[in-house]
C-alpha cells in the first residue's frame, strides 16, 4: 500500500461537483483504498507503507483523459509500427495524461484495420497511460468539411465496415447529413457501446439537432472547427452543439478556439466540455516540417498547417491546454479538470471505474503545481511519470 499526502485533492462532494480539499491521505495500491482524514494516519500506519507520497501542497487530481489525439513525439495511430502507440503512451504520462484515445484518419479499411489492430494490442499493455480503445475520426464525413482529412479516402456510412473492431472504437466522428438513414448508423453504434460524435460536417442546425436530440449523437468534435458556424439566421452545428446538452470537444491551444470563444462556452457548457488536445505526430517535437495524414505538415510555434495554409491538428500537450483554459476564462481548477476527467469518464460508461479519486476505482493520479507543470503520473498505482 501507498499514500499521498500534504496535497490540494480534487475530490467529488456529495453531489458529485468536484472540490479542492486538504489535509487529507489517499491510500492506494492498484486501487484507491481510502480517502480520509491525515490526522487519524498513526505512525504504525506510516511504517507499514510501501510508499509514503508527500505532495508539498501541490495538486492531487484524476488522471487526466485525452479522448482525441492523432500522434505526438514523432508517432502517429495511422503508423503500422507497434512501437507508435507505446511512444505516445510514454509521452502523454508526461503531461498528466493516465488515459486516452489512439486517433485514427480518413483512410481506406485496410489501413485503418491496421491501425486498429494495433490500437488492440496496445490496450493490453501496462506501460505510461492506458489506451482505452480508439477515436475514429472519419471516413464518414463530409468532403466540404474534411479539414485535414483526404477526400479520397471519405466513404458512406456502413456499420458492418467497423463491426469487427467494436470492442476498440469506442467514439466515431460522422456527419449526419451524410447518413440518410433515419438514424439507423447511430443506433447500431449506441448498440455496441459507441459514442457517435458529430463532426467535418456541412449539416445545418435542424439536421445537426436531430441528429443529437432525436437519435442520440451526444458529442462534437473540435467544436467550431470543420463544421458549420453559429449564425443569426442560420445557427448550423455550432447552434445545435450549444443549443443542446451535447458533449464538445475544445481544443485550447488559442489557434484553434479564440479565447473569447473558449469563455462564451465555458459559461453556456461548464457541465458538457471535453478538452482535447487533437495533437499530431509534431506534438513534443518543436518547428519544422512534418505530417498528417499523409499529407506535409508545417510547424511553427503552437501552429501546424497543410501547404494550402489549412490548420492541421496541433501540437498542444494537455496539461498545456488545461492552463491556456483557466488563464482564458478565470475557470476554478475543478472546474478544469472536470472536462478532462468526470466528464469524458462518465460519456464512455468508464465512471464507475475512473475519472474521480474515489475509493474502489483505479489508482489513477495526476499531481501537478500551480503553472500545471506535471510533477507525477500514476497509472493503476504504477509510477508512469515522476518530474
Do not use: W
Request: net charge negative.
Amino acid at each position: 500500500m501507498k499514500a499521498i499526502i500534504n496535497g490540494r485533492f480534487i475530490i467529488p462532494d456529495e453531489t458529485g461537483r468536484f472540490t479542492v480539499e486538504g489535509g487529507l491521505a489517499l491510500f492506494f495500491d492498484e486501487k484507491i483504498r481510502a480517502i480520509r482524514s491525515a490526522a487519524t494516519v498513526s505512525a504504525a500506519e506510516r511504517e507499514e507503507l510501501e510508499a509514503c507520497i508527500d505532495a508539498r501542497g501541490a495538486y492531487v487530481s484524476p488522471g487526466f483523459l485525452n479522448v482525441h489525439i492523432h500522434g505526438c513525439v514523432g508517432a502517429d495511430t495511422m503508423d503500422d509500427d507497434p512501437e507508435a502507440i507505446r511512444k505516445m503512451q510514454l509521452f502523454q504520462a508526461r503531461t498528466g495524461v493516465t488515459a486516452f484515445l489512439p486517433t485514427t484518419m480518413t483512410y481506406d479499411f485496410p489501413t485503418l484495420g491496421r491501425a486498429f489492430r494495433h490500437v488492440r494490442e496496445a490496450m493490453a499493455r501496462e506501460e505510461g497511460a492506458r489506451v482505452l480503445g480508439c477515436h475514429m475520426e472519419g471516413p464518414f464525413i463530409s468532403p466540404a468539411k474534411k479539414g485535414a482529412q483526404a477526400e479520397k479516402n471519405i466513404a458512406k456510412a456502413d456499420f458492418a465496415k467497423i463491426a469487427p473492431y467494436q470492442d476498440i472504437v469506442k467514439i466515431i466522428t460522422v456527419a449526419p447529413e451524410e447518413l440518410h438513414d433515419g438514424g439507423q448508423f447511430i443506433a447500431d453504434c449506441h448498440a455496441h457501446g459507441i459514442v457517435v460524435s458529430l463532426g467535418h460536417t456541412a449539416a445545418d442546425y435542424a439536421t445537426a439537432r436531430q441528429a443529437i436530440e432525436e437519435y442520440g449523437a451526444k458529442h462534437i468534435t473540435h467544436l467550431f472547427n470543420a463544421m458549420t458556424g453559429l449564425h443569426q439566421r442560420h445557427p448550423g452545428v455550432v447552434g445545435a452543439a450549444l443549443d443542446t446538452d451535447a458533449n464538445c470537444e475544445l481544443i485550447v491551444d488559442n489557434v484553434h478556439i479564440h479565447p473569447a470563444a473558449q469563455r462564451i462556452v465555458y459559461r453556456l457548457k461548464k457541465d458538457h466540455l471535453i478538452l482535447i488536445t487533437d495533437s499530431l505526430r509534431a506534438c513534443g517535437l518543436g518547428d519544422g516540417p512534418s505530417e498528417l495524414g499523409g499529407q506535409k505538415v508545417f510547424v511553427k510555434g503552437t501552429l501546424a498547417t497543410l501547404e494550402d495554409g489549412t490548420i492541421a491538428g496541433s501540437v498542444l500537450c494537455m496539461n498545456d491546454g488545461l492552463r491556456i483554459f483557466r488563464e482564458n476564462t478565470g475557470a476554478p481548477i475543478e472546474e478544469v479538470v472536470t472536462a478532462v476527467t468526470k466528464t469524458p469518464a462518465k460519456e464512455l460508461g468508464l465512471y464507475g471505474e475512473l475519472g474521480s479519486l474515489s475509493a474502489g476505482k483505479n489508482a489513477d493520479i495526476t499531481i501537478f503545481d500551480d503553472a500545471l507543470k506535471i510533477q507525477r503520473t500514476i497509472v493503476a498505482g504504477r509510477d508512469a511519470y515522476s518530474a
